[in-house]
Each structure stands twice: as C-alpha cells, then as structure tokens.
C-alpha cells in the first residue's frame, strides 16, 4: 500500500506541473499577442506622425480649389439661371451620393456589384 500511494503522490506532482507548464504557456502567449499587437499600433502611430509632419511641411494654396471665385466670375444672368434650374443642389445631390457609396464600399459585406 505504500507503494501505490508514493506513485499516486508522484504522479499528482507531476500532473500539478503539467497544469502549471500549460498555464504558463497560456500566459506567455497572452502576453505575446499583446505585445505584437501594441507593437503593430505604436509602429502605425509611428507612421501616421511621419505622414502628418511630411504633410504638415508641404505648403500648398487650396484657393485654387475655391468654386465659389469661378462662380463670381460669371455673368449675373447665368448665375441666375443656374440658380433657378437649381444646380447648386443637385450638385449636392451627387455628391451626397458618391459619400454614400464610398462609405458603402469601406463596409466589407456591403459590396453591391462592384
């Protein structure tokens, strides 16, 4: 009878460090994954400070993309035809619709033919 409790003993010894290793495994993994991953974001940051300080560098005039001086520029009569025809908003319209669409097409199981 001393035997057989001496080998239960030892092999509750080892099941306990069999339990042991495998947890500890587990939470190296964890600990891993949650490494990489932070890895991943801080070189994504990393990149996207890099992007906003070459763009912050690049001195471009965006009044150039004013619709509004070309708009001016016209005689007063197309400007009040257009007006009335309401191109303004149908422009906004289209518009409106391409957002819509773009942002559709971001979402992965939206993907309406094309």
Known sequence: MGLGVLL???LAK????????????VAMYAA????????G????????????SIMNTI???FSAFNPGQYISALPADVVN????????????????????????QLIP???LGS
């Open 109 to 111: 199981f939206t993907r």
């Open 32 to 39: 891993w994954w949650l490494l990489g991953t932070d890895l």
């Open 14 to 25: 080892i099941a306990a460090f069999a339990a042991w290793f495998v947890l500890l495994v």
């Open 8 to 10: 239960t003993a030892i």
């Open 59 to 61: 001195s471009f005039d």
């Open 81 to 104: 035809m257009l007006g009335l025809i309401r191109v303004g908003e149908a422009l906004a319209i289209i518009v409106a619709a391409i957002v819509v669409r773009v942002t559709l």
């Open 41 to 52: 974001v801080w070189f994504f940051e990393q990149l996207l400070k890099l992007v906003i």
